[in-house]
């Protein structure tokens, strides 16, 4: 996929799908907040759980890039960044997809996923109570290794760049889309839920990523013809 394209294709998708993000994540942020002390603003708490989160998607993103980048080396340039941008098109044509027919076409990956957080879920109780910054950027770190369809789906993507800076980029991106809905956990992301919810919205979304994925199966088309 053209640079320009995968980025906003990752910060689309995330924002678009954080409706996923606040069913699956939300109970976390209660968690972690019934288990700080009160010294710690509530809003500080969110803020460094989101940097935490950050931390987890760009290191993801910078492993996928780098991992892209050494197929791209070993298949030749033009033949693997041909595979690799038909892979993006399909992964944003599959999250649209999603969006539009409430379908999980991406379930597959959460599977895949779920050995990460299988390693990293006892290393909670190291960080509750959440008693210091550290300790809530920590919490974050743990958050970010849910596994999530929409999450690995945009690691996929971020493979896709073909160079580990790019692939922490394209996360950053992603992480960005997500960051309204689970910074405003509580009252404010209810709303944002339910208007997210709204099958217009989930229509107009999903046809955005159709489109982007769309546009990033160009050279294909060019080679055919």
């Given amino acids: 996929m053209n640079q320009d394209l995968l980025y906003p294709a990752a910060l689309v998708a995330g924002f678009f ?5 606040l069913g699956m994540c939300g109970a976390i942020v209660v968690l972690f ?8 603003q509530r809003w500080l708490r969110r803020i460094l759980y989101n940097l935490g989160r950050l931390g987890f998607y760009v290191l993801l993103g910078a492993i996928a890039g780098g991992a892209g980048a050494v197929i791209v080396a070993t298949a030749g340039a033009r033949t693997a960044l041909l595979a690799l941008r038909l892979i993006a098109g399909l992964l944003v044509i599959t999250i649209g997809l999603n969006l539009l027919f ?3 076409f991406t379930r597959f990956l959460e599977t895949a996923g779920s050995g990460i957080w299988k390693r990293l879920a006892p290393l909670a109780r190291h960080v509750l109570p959440i008693e210091s910054p550290a300790r809530a ?3 974050g770190f743990l958050w970010g290794a849910l596994p999530c369809g929409l999450v690995y789906s945009s690691v996929a993507m971020a493979a896709t760049s073909g160079s580990l800076p790019g692939g922490a980029l394209v996360m950053f991106f992603f992480w960005l ?3 309204p ?3 405003l956990a509580g009252v404010s992301a209810d709303r944002l839920n339910r208007w997210q919810a709204q099958p217009a919205f989930r229509r107009v979304a999903g046809a955005i990523m159709i489109i982007i994925g769309t546009l990033a199966m160009a050279p294909f088309r ?3 013809h």
């Fill in 177 to 179: 889309g997500t960051a």
């Fill in 102 to 104: 409430h379908w999980n």
């Fill in 33 to 40: 907040e019934q288990e700080s002390p009160a010294g710690m």
């Fill in 137 to 139: 950027v920590a919490a």
């Fill in 17 to 21: 799908g954080s409706t996923h993000c």
């Fill in 222 to 224: 060019m080679l055919i």
């Fill in 181 to 183: 809905a689970l910074l």
